[in-house]
T-cell receptor, first 112, second 117 residues
Framework: KQEVTQIPAALSVPEGENLVLNCSFT??????LQWFRQDPGKGLTSLLL?????REQTSGRLNASLDKSSGRSTLYIAASQPGDSATYLC???????????FGGGTRLMVKP | NAGVTQTPKFQVLKTGQSMTLQCAQD?????MSWYRQDPGMGLRLIHY???????DQGEVPNGYNVSRSTTEDFPLRLLSAAPSQTSVYFC????????????????FGPGTRLTVL
């Protein structure tokens, strides 16, 4: 059974800092991996999707990498802003059926 | 496009009552799914559908029924509500994976917060 773990569970940083969120998964046979953002009381917003054949994806200040062989992905946020404060979720699709297995999330707070 | 919509936003039930959580999408997505989010447990898949008339169970299907008569709608039915079903429920949709030129990104609705007393 696929298990997804995110470390750290919570992170507090000053504004402007570059930061890395980590995601690990136990079964390397994945179809894709997605990073989502969730604001309190809201739904999930997709940030980046990495196909199994890709190594990284970039969108603005966000960069996500994927190392299937080691079962790891990282989300890099450059020049963090208070508006980046949210919970970040990593999810793995193992069956190309969009049946996602989620990690527990990292709750990020960026202080002004 | 409204995207993925869910109703109601909040609901309180008594143990044993039944209800239907509504989910609709206007993006012509083939794939739709239901997740529940609980503190300490993360999001877990309840049921999913790969097209109209086709549904299957996810990780935690007990106590829930689904059907998919149209591409747009994917309702989730609680047959006899139990306190253990107190949770936030999210509906998601996407195109069929691997569709040429189309992202596999999943789109989530705003959620329904359900309390069972």
């Amino acid at each position: 059974k696929q298990e997804v773990t995110q470390i750290p569970a919570a992170l507090s940083v000053p504004e402007g800092e570059n930061l890395v969120l980590n995601c690990s998964f136990t079964d390397s046979a994945i179809y894709n991996l997605q990073w989502f953002r969730q604001d309190p009381g809201k739904g999930l917003t997709s940030l980046l999707l990495i196909q199994s054949s890709q190594r990284e994806q970039t969108s603005g200040r966000l960069n996500a990498s994927l190392d299937k062989s080691s079962g790891r992905s990282t989300l890099y946020i450059a020049a963090s802003q208070p508006g980046d404060s949210a919970t970040y979720l990593c999810a793995v699709d193992a069956y190309a059926g969009n049946m996602l297995t989620f990690g527990g999330g990292t709750r990020l707070m960026v202080k002004p | 496009n409204a995207g993925v919509t869910q109703t109601p936003k909040f609901q309180v039930l008594k143990t044993g009552q039944s209800m239907t959580l509504q989910c609709a999408q206007d993006m012509n997505h083939e794939y739709m799914s239901w997740y529940r989010q609980d503190p300490g447990m993360g999001l877990r898949l309840i049921h999913y559908s790969v097209g109209a008339g086709i549904t299957d169970q996810g990780e935690v299907p007990n106590g829930y029924n689904v059907s998919r008569s149209t591409t747009e709608d994917f309702p989730l039915r609680l047959l006899s509500a139990a306190p253990s079903q107190t949770s936030v429920y999210f509906c998601a949709s996407s195109y069929s994976p691997g569709t040429s030129g189309i992202t596999d990104t999943q789109y989530f609705g705003p959620g329904t917060r359900l309390t069972v007393l």
